[in-house]
């Protein structure tokens, strides 16, 4: 069961303007959720995280939302630099259990 | 600090053949995981440690055994691969204490099974 769930494979954006990554979760028992960067032959590295007592965690171009009720997460960056070219995971934790999406792969476009 | 490495980088195992992906961390942290990623897929975790000595299954354990005798490394065995078992292949580490977001992983082991 995918509890989990990142519907858009890919984005496309051009420099300068907004990303806008979404990330949808079914387990109402999840209380921390987190995005992860990863780059081709590396591991994922650590991005922003947001706990279920907050709706918003901003650090430095990127903010995630949570909206609980709707079960929804997304995370903006903005400026969009080419740097930021990368697939974006989505997570979701609840003690040890951390469920992953499946990923969207961002290209910025100069 | 080298963090978290694993060997190998790459690997082609036949149908019924056994190995193990190795991954050490030098962070001392307790909690160590192992996940895979198949292709167009999230991570899925396999089994995790608390420290050692101490290991538990996580969401697809089936065909894997791992062990923990000290706390830097986290060997993960596979008994009589299967094609089903190609993926890559990613050891994490965090510290006991602290968010979930203290997790470090490892570069990756691209496994095929032919």
Known sequence: ?110 | NAGVTQTPKFRILKIGQSMTLQCTQDMNHNYMYWYRQDPGMGLKLIYYSVGAGITDKGEVPNGYNVSRSTTEDFPLRLELAAPSQTSVYFCASRRTSGRPDTQYFGPGTRLTVL
């Open chain 1, 1 to 110: 069961d995918q509890q989990v769930k990142q519907n858009s494979p890919s984005l496309s954006v051009q420099e300068g303007r907004i990303s806008i990554l979404n990330c949808d979760y079914t387990n109402s028992m999840f209380d921390y959720f987190l995005w992860y960067k990863k780059y081709p032959a590396e591991g994922p590295t650590f991005l922003i995280s947001i706990s279920s007592i907050k709706d918003k965690n901003e650090d430095g171009r990127f903010t995630v939302f949570l909206n609980k009720s709707a079960k929804h997460l997304s995370l903006h960056i903005v400026p969009s630099q080419p740097g930021d070219s990368a697939v974006y995971f989505c997570a979701a934790n609840n003690n040890n259990d951390m469920r992953f999406g499946a990923g969207t792969r961002l290209t910025v476009k100069p």
